[in-house]
């Protein structure tokens, strides 16, 4: 046995190790310490690791020194030296592993090592369970391994054990969390059945898009990185940049024509009731002057006249409130004929003059383009605000917190014309930079109302491209979008819309 | 100096703490572990702990053995023995404390301790950061603490960085996701504003419950204790319950009659239409008989007793619909009269004879109860598994696995009347069955529907106590939420609609 300072060196070693494990929450990387200090603590040339899959009563590996970055072998508990080392809770140390009937030569033949000393211990978690087994091969100086080498394996498997599981509960937790964000998503997003995965293709093409910037680092984007936290949030941000949508009523969401269908519907009622309305002001007025003594055939002829000019009027305006309800561009020198409509009155129901159409529904039939009237534009572009006062309520970890300022800028213009508030400039942030391309982009090559054709990828880069020229959108970010293909490398990632888009380019 | 061997063995207690501190994740818990362990380690009397809050600049102790349990003292860093091993990154060991004028006795002072021997050491991160200290006082014989004390001090501190570091994210990342949830069950919540904070009450309910039923532990519930994790399982399922609310249209969701308003507003219009139409029959038949040579008089009177008959008519038929059109209980024989008036008919816009009311509507207006057909009132019950599908798609960690299948029992019944399973009696496990009747006594009590009068205490234990009694709610979980009186003790929780209930009561 070495010196006592020797060994306690060795403990002191240990302890440094176990502070770093319990750091290093990335299991992968976690594993790959382990297996470097354990051979180091027991001057072994090669150490390998196995955890325990109780469910599936295997040990499993993720990391063995000389296999590769992920060697992933499975061995029932009970097999081989790590197997009985697991079943029977103790160590096996071996000066010739060859002697030994357990010691499987398979992993040997096939990687040209040969192992002589085998030490394989147990990891013992904190209730007194099997974590996994280290295995240390072949001491240096060909001497078998010692009781002391058992010992600080021991003690650095345990300290193994207990970082493995905390770094397998921060895993599952992370998984957990965003599995829980990304199904709130697609159950938000089920609402408006043309929506679905807009929100994780915009997350995609925004992180291909920031990768593409970081590559590309020339001028503006010159020693631009993003840390694997930042991109967790300009992830997460571009999940639920539309989260707010929840709060935008279904009709407004929805809405496909300038009226909705039941008023539509209620307004050809009026139609009709106005025609039935003309029919029997004519019967009236035939009838009285049938009363007043005058000859039927003239009576008949004139009242025909009178109303069937009238029907004639009738039909015209409805066939140009049919036309107008659709979301087209309106065409030109339509707001006189629509200015004449709201005049035609008829009387209704209570014995009074009523105008056809209400003022109000002239003015939602006089709007230029889409279906939205400016209140119901406002209730959309709210769903920006119900993002952000959605985002702000949630206790961001300090690496996540500028979510809500990113997420909310996706909307926002470079000369101030966007929303929520107009922020020009330098006051919109790069990432939503780049989250507004990726969300415009998304939007048009989809076909995301009805009534609306989606766009070819040709189509849809040269209207972002005079969004650029007027000055909304950045030119550089959107340099680097085209330059860098982001949109079709993110096809290539096995997008299941592939073929769609393939079809409408 | 202590002999190499006693030191060995310190060195391994360490390690052996180093590994429970690590599974420890609960932060109290760990504090007051690391404190104890100190103590130990180097023979103190009583020992303390500061965490450094890098934000404020301060230090805060949560732990100091024999000052209660949670001292939640504040040092500015730089002052005081603590506040000078932070700023400083040393270790300070002093003889006498009261001989160092840096020591503050207020401490002693409000104790009545007195303080000899000290060392306060700081505690060092990976990143080699002072993540906090600890300070022991009064070494064991009433000597002073040696260097090798100092030494393994530090060497704890150190893991103890490392564990807290990683308690507190543990800790942050949990706050992160039930942030997350609740935010998401509240914006959910939004779309049907009447149904505001149902579900977080529900949770609150079926918890207090729970306490209830493991305290009651008579019968059933001999040996029933909830695990913390068991707790989180059933609160999460409890805010979830009716997460599926998105997943159903808001017009359904809403529906206060059985006619939606534009509905009516159809039906009043195709009545105006008809009466229209009756008068213009009339003026035609006036002015056919004038043409035929008869006199105006008996005409004008004739037609006036038709016409007025038919408006009577119409106009009681008006009424009928009106008042069937409301969600409460139908009155007993008002199917012949809603039966006749489905036979009434009038000259359509086309000219052909058209009944009053669809077959269709005359079905949604003798529905004998609340507002809903049977096909709205299916899309109302898929809102269970709408809750389901979306909660099978989270990764849950193993202690949350059973999440979906609690929340999705809430509506099943024990005479297996109940949906979506139409489970039966033990299919039915304890946690559906209690939160089944916190679902159904907040439902009752809160005014969750326009129309809906909310309903006082006794009244709903009536309601529930009947549904006791025909076998569908489980009489003993029902027993102990009367005899502990739960939701009267839900509301004395500090519950912002005590008034409200209260006045309701
Ligand atoms: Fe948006
Ligand atoms: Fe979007
Ligand atoms: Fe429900
Ligand atoms: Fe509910």
């Given at each position: 046995?070495?010196?006592?300072?020797?060994?306690?060196d060795?403990?002191?070693?240990i302890?440094?190790?176990?502070?770093?494990?319990?750091?290093?929450?990335?299991?992968?990387?976690?594993?790959?310490?382990?297996?470097?200090?354990a051979g180091?603590v027991?001057?072994?040339?090669?150490?390998?690791?196995?955890?325990?899959?109780?469910e599936?009563?295997?040990?499993?590996?993720?990391?063995?020194?000389?296999?590769?970055?992920?060697?992933?072998?499975?061995?029932?508990?009970?097999?081989?030296?790590?197997g009985?080392?697991?079943?029977?809770?103790?160590?096996?140390?071996?000066?010739?592993a060859?002697?030994?009937?357990?010691?499987?030569r398979?992993?040997?033949?096939?990687?040209?090592?040969?192992?002589t000393?085998?030490?394989?211990?147990p990891?013992?978690?904190?209730?007194?369970?099997v974590?996994g087994?280290i295995?240390?091969?072949?001491?240096?100086?060909?001497?078998?391994?010692?009781?002391?080498?058992?010992?600080?394996?021991?003690a650095?498997?345990?300290?193994?054990?207990?970082?493995?599981?905390?770094?397998?509960?921060?895993e599952?937790?992370?998984?957990?969390f965003?599995g829980?964000?990304?199904?709130?998503?697609?159950?938000?997003?089920?609402?408006d059945?043309?929506?679905?995965?807009?929100?994780?293709r915009?997350?995609?093409?925004?992180?291909?898009l920031?990768?593409?910037v970081?590559?590309?680092?020339?001028?503006?984007?010159?020693?631009?990185?993003?840390?694997?936290?930042?991109?967790?949030?300009?992830?997460y941000?571009?999940?639920?940049?539309d989260?707010?949508?929840?709060?935008?009523?279904?009709?407004?969401?929805?809405k496909?024509?300038?009226?909705?269908p039941?008023?539509?519907?209620l307004?050809?009622?009026?139609f009709d009731?106005?025609?039935?309305?003309?029919?029997?002001?004519s019967?009236?007025r035939?009838?009285?002057?049938?009363?007043?003594?005058?000859r039927?055939d003239?009576?008949?002829?004139?009242?025909e006249?009178?109303?069937?000019?009238?029907?004639?009027?009738l039909?015209?305006?409805?066939?140009?409130?049919r036309r107008?309800?659709?979301?087209?561009?309106?065409p030109?020198?339509?707001?006189?004929?629509?200015?004449?409509?709201?005049?035609?009155?008829?009387?209704?129901?209570?014995?009074?003059?009523?105008?056809?159409?209400?003022?109000?529904?002239?003015?939602?039939?006089?709007?230029?383009?889409?279906s939205?009237s400016?209140?119901?534009?406002?209730?959309?572009?709210?769903?920006?605000?119900?993002?952000?006062?959605?985002?702000?309520?949630?206790?961001?970890?300090?690496?996540?917190?500028?979510?809500?300022?990113?997420?909310?800028?996706?909307?926002?213009?470079?000369?101030?014309t966007?929303?929520p508030?107009?922020?020009?400039?330098?006051?919109?942030?790069?990432?939503?930079?780049?989250?507004?391309i990726?969300?415009?982009?998304?939007?048009?090559?989809?076909?995301?109302?009805?009534?609306?054709?989606?766009?070819?990828h040709?189509?849809?880069?040269?209207?972002l491209?005079?969004?650029?020229?007027?000055?909304?959108?950045?030119?550089?970010?959107?340099?680097?979008?085209?330059?860098?293909?982001?949109?079709?490398?993110?096809?290539?990632d096995?997008?299941?819309?592939?073929?769609?888009?393939?079809?409408?380019?």
């Open positions: 046995m070495d010196g006592p300072q020797r060994r306690i060795k403990l002191t070693s302890l440094d190790v176990a502070k770093a494990m319990v750091a290093q929450r990335d299991l992968d990387a976690l594993l790959r310490m382990i297996v470097r200090e180091r027991v001057d072994a040339d090669r150490c390998s690791l196995f955890l325990v899959d109780r599936e009563k295997v040990l499993y590996s993720k990391v063995a020194q000389g296999m590769g970055p992920s060697p992933r072998i499975r061995v029932p508990l009970g097999v081989g030296i790590a009985a080392t697991a079943r029977t809770r103790r160590p096996i140390n071996l000066p010739d060859y002697a030994d009937s357990r010691f499987n398979a992993v040997d033949l096939s990687t040209g090592y040969r192992t000393s085998l030490l394989c211990v990891m013992f978690n904190t209730d007194g369970d974590a087994v295995q240390a091969l072949n001491k240096a100086g060909g001497v078998p391994f010692s009781d002391e080498d058992e010992e600080l394996l021991l650095l498997g345990g300290q193994a054990a207990s970082a493995v599981e905390n770094a397998l509960l921060h599952e937790i992370h998984q957990l965003e829980f964000v990304k199904a709130s998503v697609v159950a938000i997003e089920s609402r059945s043309t929506t679905a995965g807009h929100s994780e915009v997350a995609r093409l925004t992180l291909a920031a990768d593409a970081e590559r590309d680092g020339r001028g503006p984007f010159a020693g631009i990185v993003f840390s694997p936290d930042q991109r967790m949030e300009l992830r941000a571009a999940l639920l940049h989260f707010g949508k929840v709060g935008v009523r279904e009709h407004v969401l929805m496909a024509n300038k009226f909705h039941h008023e539509l519907t307004v050809e009622h009026r009731y106005a025609r039935k309305s003309f029919e029997a002001e019967l009236r035939q009838r009285d002057r049938l009363a007043a003594g005058e039927l003239p009576v008949l002829m004139d009242e006249a009178i109303l069937s000019a009238k029907l004639r009027e039909e015209a305006a409805r066939e140009l409130v107008c309800n659709r979301p087209t561009v309106l030109a020198g339509i707001s006189a004929p629509l200015a004449q409509l709201a005049a035609l009155s008829f009387l209704g129901p209570d014995g009074l003059p009523q105008t056809l159409l209400s003022a109000q529904e002239v003015e939602l039939l006089s709007i230029p383009k889409g939205l400016p209140a119901e534009r406002l209730e959309i572009e709210s769903h920006v605000s119900h993002t952000y006062r959605f985002l702000k309520q949630i206790p961001w970890t300090r690496s996540l917190r500028r979510i809500p300022e990113i997420a909310c800028g996706h909307h926002e213009k470079l000369d101030g966007g929303y508030l107009g922020k020009a400039g330098q006051e919109i942030g790069l990432e939503a930079r780049m989250m507004a990726a969300d415009i982009y998304d939007a048009l090559t989809v076909s995301d109302r009805p009534y609306k054709r989606s766009v070819s040709d189509d849809a880069l040269e209207i491209s005079a969004d650029v020229r007027s000055g909304k959108l950045d030119a550089e970010v959107f340099r680097v979008f085209v330059e860098a293909d982001v949109p079709r490398r993110f096809l290539e096995g997008e299941e819309r592939t073929a769609e888009r393939a079809a409408a380019r």
